[in-house]
């Protein structure tokens, strides 16, 4: 892999209750980066597009949705010592409309999300 190399993905977010967020994110490999007095590789992360789905388990129904990607930044590290992922810092802005649909009747919002996660695993080295 070479520094600037981007790959995309698909994911899903669960968000419980049978509602979900699909993401897809772009991924560049950024290279080495002295992380916690250890060398892992970095790569960046952005989420280029959003949308929202509901199954069934709740008691409304999603009869529209209009959200974007306001702003996305994120990263993680890669420990090529353990052949694993050791850290992740992720934020995401999600903005937009939506509709849904309770009893027959049409309940408009518009939806201003930031969500933010953080995690480092425990197997990083020196911890």
């Given at each position: 892999?070479?520094?600037?190399?981007?790959?995309?993905?698909?994911e899903t977010a669960?968000?419980?209750?049978?509602?979900?967020?699909?993401?897809?994110?772009?991924?560049?490999y950024l290279g080495?980066?002295?992380?916690?007095?250890?060398?892992?590789?970095?790569?960046?992360?952005?989420?280029?597009?959003?949308?929202?789905?509901?199954?069934?388990?709740?008691?409304?129904?999603?009869?529209?949705?209009?959200?974007?990607?306001?702003?996305?930044?994120?990263?993680?590290?890669?420990?090529?010592?353990?052949?694993?992922?050791?850290?992740?810092?992720?934020?995401?802005?999600?903005?937009?409309t939506m509709t849904?649909?309770?009893?027959?009747?049409?309940?408009?919002?518009?939806?201003?999300?930031?969500?933010?996660?953080?995690?480092?695993?425990?197997?990083?080295?020196?911890?």
């Amino acid at each position: 892999m070479n520094i600037g190399d981007t790959w995309q993905r698909d994911e899903t977010a669960n968000l419980g209750q049978g509602q979900e967020f699909q993401l897809q994110r772009t991924f560049t490999y950024l290279g080495p980066e002295e992380r916690n007095g250890k060398t892992m590789e970095k790569v960046d992360m952005k989420t280029t597009s959003v949308a929202f789905d509901i199954g069934g388990q709740l008691p409304l129904q999603l009869k529209e949705s209009d959200l974007k990607v306001e702003s996305s930044e994120g990263a993680y590290w890669y420990d090529p010592e353990l052949k694993e992922i050791v850290e992740i810092h992720d934020k995401n802005n999600f903005v937009g409309t939506m509709t849904f649909v309770a009893n027959g009747n049409e309940l408009p919002a518009e939806l201003d999300l930031t969500m933010e996660v953080g995690t480092k695993f425990k197997r990083m080295a020196g911890e």
